[in-house]
């Protein structure tokens, strides 16, 4: 009996010795195809202080920058709910929707550019586009939306403040500049950046066999360093068709509508999958609701593989890992637009 129990204690060594070797061999794999988050996006042409990221929140969340004031920046990309309003395209200043999901601002600044079609080559750039858009914010120019904020005291204050160096601090440049320097501190580590700074408990079973099998499946072709995306542009249905597969309806060409070159149809900026449960509904056309779903369609249109279930619940249990706990800090509006 005691050698059987010591037997019984040895294998149960061997098995734990085994399982310890090969969570350190996937923990490395995974330090050399990610990073963990930095704490800020910096950017030397805007540099951060705490003035101008206070004056960037008021902006985004304030409605008198879009014309009628129906919105804000925060109307189509709700810091409450990760970063998005969870619909398939927003509905503009008017009412109108625009053509294209809203990607989430969490994250956004470390992106290689901004827009599905990266038109904007940074946050501070895509700030000022959208206000001037005429289905989003419908400002008709420049102009009547810095003399509108110039009728604000609280604006003509911050401004001052965030801009000390500039004769003339109000300025379009100076709102978009704001507005960047706050996205730019929209950063959301979570237990997978505690996993790859060497805590191999920050993740479960089921979530390190799902990281396994996004390494595996080939995913990190698209989806990997710190934002898990959002560093390159692909075609999407690279290998299948998208249509067929999504419902998608719309004859969105992608990259293609900027340059007019045919190799550029269906092209478009990678998303990260930085809390990308919660960012539904997925792809640049919201066609997709369900993460399970928009994960299957993923392995057949990029990489031509049928993922079993299995393999789509286990990645779909890494891909929760990526999810963030927002500060509510964070996600409110400040106090000052309460009786704006």
């Not at 129990?5 to 350190?24: F, I």
């Not at 960047?180 to 237990?191: A, D, H, K, M």
Request: some cysteine; aromatic content about 8%.
């Amino acid at each position: 009996m005691v050698y059987a129990c010591g037997g019984n204690t040895n294998s149960k060594q061997a098995e734990d010795a085994r399982k310890d070797s090969l969570e350190t061999a996937l923990l490395a794999q995974a330090q050399g195809l990610f990073k963990p988050l930095p704490t800020v996006a910096e950017n030397t042409e805007n540099p951060i202080s705490e003035e101008k990221v206070a004056l960037g929140k008021l902006l985004y969340f304030d409605t008198r920058l879009s014309k009628t004031g129906n919105n804000s920046c925060n109307s189509c990309h709700n810091l409450a709910t990760f970063g998005v309003d969870n619909e398939p395209t927003s509905p503009g200043d008017a009412g109108k929707r625009g053509g294209r999901n809203s990607p989430t601002s969490f994250n956004a600044a470390l992106h290689i550019a901004q827009f599905w079609d990266g038109r904007a080559k940074d946050v501070e750039e895509q700030a000022g586009m959208p206000i001037l858009n005429p289905v989003e914010m419908a400002i008709p120019n420049e102009a009547f939306l810095v003399n509108r904020l110039n009728e604000i005291a609280l604006y003509q204050a911050r401004f001052k403040t965030a801009f000390p160096n500039d004769a003339k601090p109000l300025n379009y440049k100076n709102i978009a500049k704001a507005i960047g320097c706050f996205e730019r501190t929209l950063i959301t580590p979570s237990r997978f950046d505690t996993y790859l700074k060497g805590d191999k408990t920050a993740l479960n079973d089921q979530e390190k066999k799902g990281l396994q099998t996004f390494i595996n499946a080939g995913c990190i072709a698209c989806h990997s360093g710190a934002t898990l995306g959002g560093t390159q542009f692909m075609k999407f249905g690279l290998i299948n068709d998208y249509h067929a597969l999504t419902g998608s309806t719309n004859t969105d060409n992608g990259l293609m509508d900027l340059t007019k070159k045919e190799s550029d149809k269906d092209i478009f900026k990678v998303p990260s999958l930085r809390n990308v449960e919660k960012t539904f509904p997925y792809f640049h056309d919201g066609s997709v609701k369900e993460l399970a779903a928009a994960i299957k369609i993923m392995g057949k249109t990029q990489l031509n593989k049928d993922l079993s279930e299995e393999e789509v619940k286990d990645i779909q249990a890494f891909l929760s890992a990526l999810t963030a706990d927002i500060p509510e800090a964070v996600k409110a509006a400040p106090k000052e637009l309460a009786n704006k």
